[in-house]
Every structure is written in C-alpha cells, then in structure tokens.
C-alpha cells in the first residue's frame, strides 16, 4: 500500500507540471510582449556605510533620507560602489517610516543611465528571501521536531500543496486560464495528495475526509460567488488598482480570483475538520463494530460541532488580522462603523471568511454522512501495532 500512495503521489506531481505545460501552450492565452528599457538595469547590492538621516521638504512633501553607500554584488556593474540616497518615508507627511539600513544589508537597487551616460543608482528595498527562508527552514525543523515521523508526513503534504498552488494555481490564472476552474483542480489534487499522505494510503477514513474536505470547499466558493455577485464585489483592491496601471502582460479577472482566495483560505480548515472527524469515527468505530450507521452519523455530529466554534473563529480571526491596519486607518479618517463595513475591501473580507466559516460548518454533516454510509456495516477491527493486517485495514463479517 505504501509504495501505491508513493506512486500515486509522484503521478499527481507529474501530473501538475503536465498540466502547466498545457496551460502555457494554449493559444487562447491573454499574455503580450512586455517593454523593456535597456537603460534601467535591476540588480542586487550590499550596504557598505550609512551616514546620516536628513529631512527635506518640498512643498507639503516631508520626506527623510538616509546617505549609504552601496557595493554592487551582481551584473554588469559588480563590485563598483556608489554613494546614494535611500528613502524612509512612505507616505508625504511622513509619518510612516522605513527602518534605517544597516552596514551588511543586502537591497534592491536600480541603476539608471541617460543619454549622456550618467548613471544614477536608487537603493529600493531591503532583500528579505534569505529571512524568509530562515523561517521556512526553522519551521520546518519545528514539524519534524514535534511530529517526528509524523511531522515528516506533515512536511511532504507542504511540499505537495506548495508545488500544486504555484504551478496550477498561480502559474495557470497568470497564464489567462479560468481562475475558478483552476482554483477547483488545485483543490482536488491538494485534498487527494495531502490526506493520502497523512492518512497512510486509501482507505475509508481518507476517502471520507477527502469527499467531506472537497464538499466543505466547494459549499464556501459556491456561497462566495452568490455573495459577491449580490453585493456587486469587483475583487479590485486599492492596491490591485494601483499594480493594475502599470499591467500590461495580462488581464486578470478579478471576480473569479475573490473565489481562487477563498478556495485556498477554507482548503486548510476544511481539511482539519474532515480529517479530525473522520479519524475519531474510525476510532469509535474500532472500538465498538457492532455500531450503526446512523449512531455513526450522530456521533460524527456532536464531535463537528465541538469543532466548528474554534474553527470558525480561527478563519475570522485570521481574516479580521489580516484587514486590521486598514480597518484602523479608516478609524482614524473619521469614518462610521457602517461606512467601514461597506468598503469593498473590508466587505469582501468579512465575506470570505463567513463563507469559509460555512465551508466548515458543512464539512461536518458531509464528512460524517459520508463515513456513516461507507461504515453502516458491522466490521471487525484487529488491532496490530499500526491498525494492520497483511496491508488490510478491517475484515467484515
């Protein structure tokens, strides 16, 4: 069984680099040649000396600078260093600012040349991959630490869900394919893989929590299309508006990425309550052979519901985090409670996360429905060291 999941698993990679490729020779696809300034050149840099933090004032414009010296660490101007001004202040009153850079920092920079060959270089952001994959490796360490051989199991799920979402997902809507559709694929195969994984091949408990899990989903998408259509959603944030102007490879539709966010947001949630409930009902089921698929049905019931308040609160919670500088900000512009909650970008929050609340709430009935019915016979459970005999999970009688 082991070395099936193993095959099936490697399938389902192959499987999503089979399905990219096709998406990127569809001769549908929306993408055109993007410009290229030849004088503009973005490359890499390392502080080497910091001086000095001065304000300037042009108008109503306050903006603070910090004087660095930067060594360029790749392309065509490597290992040459210029002195420059770096930008704190991100906003014209400045009142928001940018931590000053460090000697040792690692930025962006883009060199610049005009016609008469002078070249000026701005320092644009600090590089922070390295710490983002400090963390990565870190959390990483942490599963395996705490999950042992199960945190390894947890970790190739990740790695599943992480290969699927880039290559299906993202690669797929940026290549002009249908966002919904491509949202659904990528579920299915996240679901599939990960379940298979953590649940030690195919048997009754993963189908259950996979049919339940996909349910769940697809309730919280369908919900959220209804929901935004009502409430005439556009899914154009301020700052998709503001990275829109300067798009010219692609169009995007915006509605159906609203469904893309929240497919990927409930997929989680959906999938720790398919699979918590299906696994106490095999449980209970082990125990006791002799119970019926109705008790099995109720006893599923009452388990999901102890779920379904920290579950749901987890979702809202993670969405009210994610918009709480911006509901502040709106506070703080002397806005109502009322105005704040019809700004599109606060409402399609709160409709993403009451919709994948709803996903959640019917992954319960779903998945508990589901095992009663592939469980509503009376089955003997022998219990070995891992819940085996000879590769079989139960024998019925």
Excluded: H
């Amino acid at each position: 069984m082991k070395r099936i999941c193993i095959i099936l698993i490697l399938l389902l990679m192959i499987n999503c680099f089979s399905i990219i490729s096709v998406f990127a020779e569809d001769e549908n696809l929306t993408v055109t040649d993007n410009s290229y300034d030849e004088n503009v050149i973005d490359t890499y840099g390392k502080i080497i000396e910091t001086n000095g933090v001065t304000e300037t004032v042009t108008g109503t414009v306050k903006d603070s600078m910090q004087e660095v010296t930067v060594v360029i660490t790749e392309g065509e101007y490597e290992g040459e260093e210029f002195t420059t001004n770096y930008s704190l202040s991100y906003d014209v009153d400045g009142k928001i600012l940018a931590d000053e850079l460090d000697v040792g920092d690692k930025v962006t920079v883009q060199i610049s040349k005009d016609a008469d060959g002078n070249i000026t270089v701005t320092v644009m952001d600090v590089v922070r991959f390295n710490y983002i994959i400090a963390l990565f490796i870190l959390f990483l360490l942490s599963i395996i630490l705490v999950g042992q051989k199960k945190g390894i199991k947890a970790i190739l799920g990740l790695v599943l869900t992480i290969i699927v979402i880039y290559l299906v997902m993202i690669k797929g809507i940026f290549n002009g394919n249908n966002a919904i559709w491509n949202s659904i694929l990528s579920a299915v195969l996240i679901i599939l893989g990960t379940l298979i994984i953590i649940g030690d091949g195919i048997n009754r408990k993963v189908i259950t929590a996979t049919l339940g899990t996909f349910g769940g989903v697809l309730s919280a998408g369908i919900i959220a299309i209804i929901f935004n259509s009502l409430s005439k959603m556009t899914g154009a944030s301020e700052d998709a508006i503001q990275l829109s102007i300067n798009m010219t490879r692609i169009n995007f539709n915006f509605r159906d990425l609203l469904f893309s966010g929240i497919i990927v947001a409930a997929l989680g949630a959906c999938m720790d309550v398919g699979m918590s409930i299906a696994s106490s009902l095999d449980e209970i089921k082990m125990k006791n052979p002799e119970i019926t698929g109705k008790e099995l049905f109720e006893s599923g019931m009452n388990i999901g519901r102890d779920i379904i308040g920290t579950m749901s609160n987890t979702l809202i919670l993670a969405y009210v985090g994610g918009s709480l500088t911006l509901i502040l900000l709106f506070m703080a512009c002397d806005m109502s409670l009322m105005e704040i909650l019809n700004k599109e970008t606060i409402a399609e929050q709160i409709i993403s996360a009451l919709s994948g609340s709803m996903g959640v709430i019917f992954t319960v009935p779903i998945t508990s429905f589901v095992y009663s019915i592939l469980n509503k016979d009376k089955v003997i459970y022998r219990k070995s060291s891992d819940n085996k005999i000879a590769g079989k999970r139960s024998l019925k009688i």
